[in-house]
């Protein structure tokens, strides 16, 4: 079984709506949604963001990992700010993740991208999964939201 990990293009669309809508609807999250098309136009709204990058992982052609976000600006180059990270609840605790965040990590590098930055909830497991991989809170770094 070999992950292959390329950029997100719109032939994938379709798959990874699923995909996300499979992994979110689930524990921990939870999360209901309006309609599929509220989660595709998501998708499409990131997609038409000229600094998007998004990343997908591959198994046997099959989507089962997503990253979405964007490159983000900052005073010393760009970094990748993840918006959206998942992999299909069937390959959930074997590696795949981290395999998957390490692929996208070596093809930053030609996207001229030197970091990686995300948000995520301290009592979800994701929290963990990043610290495991070499993500550090950032100091007294807060989220406000208005």
């Known amino acids: 079984m070999e992950l292959k990990v390329t ?10 709506v699923d995909l ?33 990058l998004g990343y997908i992982g591959l198994i046997d052609k099959k989507v089962i990992a997503l990253s979405i976000g964007m490159k983000k600006p900052w005073l010393y180059g760009l970094e990748y700010y993840i918006d ?5 609840y069937d390959f959930q605790g074997n590696g795949i993740g981290s ?7 070596e093809l930053l590098t030609d ?6 930055i995300l948000n995520t909830e301290r009592e979800y497991p994701s929290y963990e999964f990043y610290k495991k991989n070499g993500f550090k809170v950032l100091g007294d770094l807060i989220v406000l939201g208005k």
Do not use: A
């Open 84 to 88: 959206e990270f998942c992999i299909s």
């Open 111 to 116: 996207e001229k991208v030197e970091g990686m």
């Open 20 to 52: 996300f809508i499979d992994t979110f609807s689930r524990e921990p999250w939870n999360d209901q949604y309006d309609s599929r098309q509220q989660v595709k136009d998501f998708f499409i709204n990131h997609m038409k963001n000229n600094y998007f």
């Open 7 to 16: 950029k997100l293009s719109e032939e994938y669309l379709e798959e990874c």
């Open 99 to 105: 395999l998957f965040l390490k692929n996208i990590e």
